[in-house]
């Protein structure tokens, strides 16, 4: 399941980012990167233990705690805390999965990747090239999203981010471990949740069928978390 949601950042929290960002430090991204797709990837990333890193994270954090859309597709029992990249011209990321599992730093956690999330900073005129390419069931989907909006997909996808040929690309990107870990019951209930919604537009909350649908959502949840 691939889900756009837009306007995960507010125009002030864009604009804070694009300013910090501006001026932090980059580093080589392969340090995050796995042992077979660092010699895939290249680009550029703010330090992970960086001051700039960690309040841009606590900031992403909080605009995804707040958005309905990301909860319900992703689930999220745990989030990684989220990265920066950049991508100058000439740089990409050749196809890769990602890791199965990461340690959160300095936490003694480590979470399993179900959901991966990529929230574009820079605009798509202000670039070319760049496109994240996403392969699974669905086909082959080239993403290249406003600035302040999220894709998210699930983990499992191979993908890579093709050649940059002007400007430059940034963005944050993440990992979630869902409390259902199964893509295809996630879409399911993304499915029936927006359902519900819809429903409950033109019919009351106390009508039989909203109840109804509400029900069977929480007890197929109930079934199908791990917690």
Not at 40 to 53: G, I, R
Not at 171 to 179: I, L, P, R
Request: some cysteine; proline content about 6%.
């Amino acid at each position: 399941m691939l889900v756009h949601i837009p306007n995960v950042l507010t125009a002030d929290e864009l604009r804070y980012c694009r300013e910090t960002l501006e001026r932090a430090a980059w580093l080589d991204g392969k340090v995050t990167a796995g042992q077979q797709s660092a010699k895939a990837k290249n680009n550029l990333q703010v330090p992970q233990d960086s001051a700039e890193s960690r309040e841009l994270g606590e900031i992403v954090l909080r605009a995804l705690g707040r958005n309905p859309t990301f909860n319900s597709a992703a689930l999220p029992l745990r989030v990684f805390p989220p990265l920066f990249n950049r991508y100058d011209i000439g740089m990409k990321f050749g196809a890769h999965v990602d890791n199965a599992i990461r340690p959160i730093p300095d936490s003694g956690f480590r979470i399993r990747t179900d959901v991966s999330s990529t929230l574009f900073i820079t605009g798509p005129d202000e670039y070319d090239g760049g496109e994240l390419v996403i392969q699974d069931t669905y086909g082959e989907q080239r993403v290249k999203l406003p600035a302040g909006d999220m894709v998210v997909y699930p983990s499992t996808s191979l993908h890579s981010v093709s050649e940059v040929t002007r400007g430059s690309r940034w963005a944050s990107f993440f990992w979630s471990q869902s409390m259902v870990r199964d893509d295809t019951k996630r879409a399911l209930l993304y499915d029936f949740d927006r359902s519900i919604i819809e429903t409950r537009k033109t019919l009351p909350d106390d009508h039989p069928g909203v109840l109804g649908l509400t029900s069977t959502y929480h007890n197929l949840l109930r079934q199908w978390a791990e917690l």
